[in-house]
């Protein structure tokens, strides 16, 4: 075993948003900083920004904007002159048509036709008036939102091909935190005026995230970010060990100092640092910490829900305009198509050709997770071909992207699971933070990560939790009502609350 860096100030696990951005806050601080991340080749985790051949393709698509002042501050810090903006255009395809998002209210009337649209619209008024009390799961609450009618229609397809569960087994959680503050009627009125041409006013961020009409963008992708904030901290002289993963972490009282071993090509590492944060899965990092911690049980039953992208290059200069279409249809097992270059002309190599990513919901080890890339990609051009969408026979190239636990699972037992976990790793070690998606349990935005590693850092230098980093987000709030960038940490309003909450954090 060899030894680096005896004695940093903050180890760091995971190169995704959350740790590249406590490293790079904690780096320019002057704090010494190693990061270990497992990807050999990538930072930026689900962010993050595959290259093949000159084609570029997200892990899911990644829209950049945030109601923070401190968010949108950074972003344009760490790339003050990549970024684009970029129009906006998705649609939903239900049995055979597309509906526009944002909702233009006399296509949608005319595409379900008006005996099913007044069904819907009944059904709504129903549960409006005779509301469901006893919400406990996204079917309970989507159907309170938006009457059972729509909820078969437009959720419950593609929402149990996200998750591979049922929608009554599913936490009402979720649908609180992705879906509240859209509103039906809110939506009908806004696509009613623009049928008919009578609202000029431009979508700009003051209405639900989902209407927005264009949006900002790095123009060689998400991963341009992490990996611009990854050139900073390495040239300041800290350290991003990349093909690393964590072995062991354990805490030595006397010292106060945490001993951290990570697994990489060359055998293990040793690091010991003053602090430790936190962006692997909670799941693993019980696993992890010696001794275990007594509510390993709690963090083995915490679920997580895999990804796996099947990018195909084809031959195209005028596929189809959208960034992204929802398939809410079960006749293909495709969840969502992205289309890359309408994201940036960058990401393909040579304009007549096109990048599409069709995003297939999993579970690692099952059938689809487990096909070869010959056969997932052919998967792929046989449901572009239903959803006519491309001739197989212009299909020129094709990947294949994995991502293991892209999304944490909110079942009936994850809340209790997350809060016995957290409430005794903060009462032993409270040098430990957790941040980011996984690290947290939480389906959280890139800008809600990036805000749990700033209030961390900040912690870090006051030398106690000056800041609830679980508070952010938890106002269950997805749709950002307000214009980009006009809050800061220090309003109510913002992605975090500023209680102060007990523990010392300086080690002894």
Known sequence: MSEIDQNVDVAIIG????????????????YTVTVIEKDPRYVGGISRTVELNGFRFDIGGHRFFSKSKEVVDLWNEILPNDFIQRPRMSRIYYEGKFYSYPLR???ALWNLGLWRSTLCMASFAKARLLPNRNVRSFQ?????????????????????????????????????QRIKGLSLWGAVKDGLKRSMGLN???????????????????????????????????????????????KQLSHDQGSGQWQMVAQGPGGDVLLKARHVISSAPMRELAG??????????????????????????IKSEDLFPDNWI??????????????????????????????????????????????????????????MAILGLCDPADVVGGAVVRQEK???????DYAANVLKMRTELEQLYPTLHLVGRNGMHRYNNQDHAMMTAMLTVRNI?????????????????????????EETVGQKAALTSLRRVPGRLRAA
């Open 15 to 30: 190169a995704g948003p959350a740790g590249l951005t406590a490293a790079y806050l904690l780096t320019k601080k002057g």
């Open 288 to 313: 992890r910490i010696h001794p275990l911690p007594a509510t390993l049980g709690n963090a083995m039953e915490l679920k997580y829900r895999d990804f796996l992208t099947v990018a195909l290059m």
């Open 461 to 485: 230098e006051a030398g106690e939790r000056q800041f609830d980093t679980w508070a952010v987000n938890e106002d269950a709030e997805y749709h950002e009502a307000g214009a980009e960038g």
């Open 326 to 383: 929802y398939i809410h249809d079960s006749k293909v097992q495709v969840g969502r198509i992205q289309n890359f270059r309408s994201w940036s002309p960058e990401m393909v190599p040579d304009p007549s050709l096109a990048c599409v990513g069709l995003e297939y919901f999993c579970f690692e080890g099952d059938g689809l997770w487990s096909s070869s890339d010959d056969a997932l990609i052919e998967l792929a051009k046989r449901e």
């Open 200 to 246: 000029k006013r431009p979508n700009d961020g003051m209405a639900a995230k989902t209407l927005l009409e264009s949006f900002r963008y790095p123009r060689l992708g998400p991963g341009m970010m992490w990996e611009a904030a990854r050139d900073f901290v390495v040239a300041r002289g800290n350290r991003v060990l990349m093909a690393h993963g964590l």
């Open 105 to 107: 209210a006399f296509e």
């Open 140 to 176: 309970d609450w989507t159907v309170n939102a938006f009457g059972h009618k729509l909820f078969s229609i437009f959720f419950k397809t593609y929402t149990e091909k996200v998750w591979g569960m049922p929608c009554n087994e599913m936490s009402a959680d979720w649908a609180a």
């Open 406 to 412: 892209a999304y944490p699972v909110y079942d009936d």
